[in-house]
């Protein structure tokens, strides 16, 4: 049996727990193996990208897998939280616009979607933009899960896309 790497994370958390375990394990017990307790404790769920709605602990991970190339290890997201989707607001030019994603979307999938399909940027302008946080100057890396900019108590996260700036040496 092939070995599935398993890229966990939670709300509230910038920390990224990452472990291979092997592909018959359940989810719970993957958890388990990456130090994960009570996993469901206080009303927290577990997410696997690409689905919509929180998986159970015995859910096999193979079946989870999102991406295998031949001869790679499977891969599986999960993210830990309270929030079953997170209200994404996205401001650019002085426009939001908003939508709803489950917490394991990653912020490049989200930067995909407003540039793209939001505000119908072409592919160089979108390559030249950026998402960062409402009010401030942070840029979550294109890896980060939603629901980790979360508390578990307002599932929402705002952005501004702003253009990247790059610094001519």
Do not use: Y
């Amino acid at each position: 049996m092939k070995t599935i790497k398993i890229v966990m994370q939670c709300e509230g958390a910038a920390q990224v727990l990452v472990r291979d375990v092997k592909g018959q394990m359940t989810v719970g017990e993957a958890l388990v193996e990456l130090g994960v307790k009570n996993a469901e404790q206080d009303g927290q769920l577990i997410f696997a990208e690409g689905h919509d709605k929180p998986v159970e602990l015995k859910t096999p991970v193979v079946s989870l897998v999102s991406k295998q190339g031949e001869g790679e290890p499977g891969v599986v997201r999960l993210h830990q939280g309270r929030c079953q989707r997170v209200s994404v607001n996205v401001t650019f030019n002085g426009v939001t616009k908003s939508r709803d994603f489950p917490p394991v979307t990653r912020v490049g999938h989200i930067h995909q979607w407003a540039t793209h399909n939001a505000f119908e940027m072409s592919p160089r302008d979108a390559a030249e933009h950026v998402l960062e946080l409402e009010g401030g100057d942070e840029r979550p890396d294109v890896d980060t899960q939603i629901g980790t900019l979360t508390d578990g108590k307002l599932c929402a996260v705002s952005f501004d896309l702003v253009p990247f700036k790059r610094v001519e040496g």
